[in-house]
């Protein structure tokens, strides 16, 4: 069970059951998507196999921002749970949650475990590989 972030390249995901949030009224819900294991999470938006990564190792796919930016603030979701089993779901055109803390790294510096986290998917983020909320300003869709 791991999640390497690759720098410039996807999100390879190992062990961790990983779906999409959708609302349904006020609360969301992830519904789990049908990946293998492990599967790459594409982070350029290129891909031809959204929201999974079609192209081979050594990827090199974008440019990521420099991670010269603060660190955001402490995440506060529910879903997916941080208290259940390690779980990742894609927010639609933001980034990726991740919940019960599974090891992570970026590169060869490990993220400390936490119980949730938000994991940038736009490749933007001044906080990398957190999300700080770049997405939005760039409007990164898929």
Known sequence: MRIRVVPGGPMLIEGVPVGTLRRDG????????????????????RSGSMPLCDRTPPYACFEEAPADGPEPAPFRWDVPDPAGPAAVALKPNGPVRVAGGPPITHGD??????????????????????????????????
Request: glycine content about 8%; aromatic content about 2%.
């Open 109 to 142: 510096r490990a993220v400390p475990p936490v119980d949730r986290v938000s994991l940038c998917r736009c490749g933007a983020s001044r906080s990398q590989p957190l999300c700080d909320g770049s997405h939005k300003v760039i409007g990164y869709r898929t």
């Open 26 to 45: 006020e609360r969301q819900i992830v519904d789990p998507m049908a990946t293998p294991d492990p599967c790459a999470v594409c982070r350029c938006g």
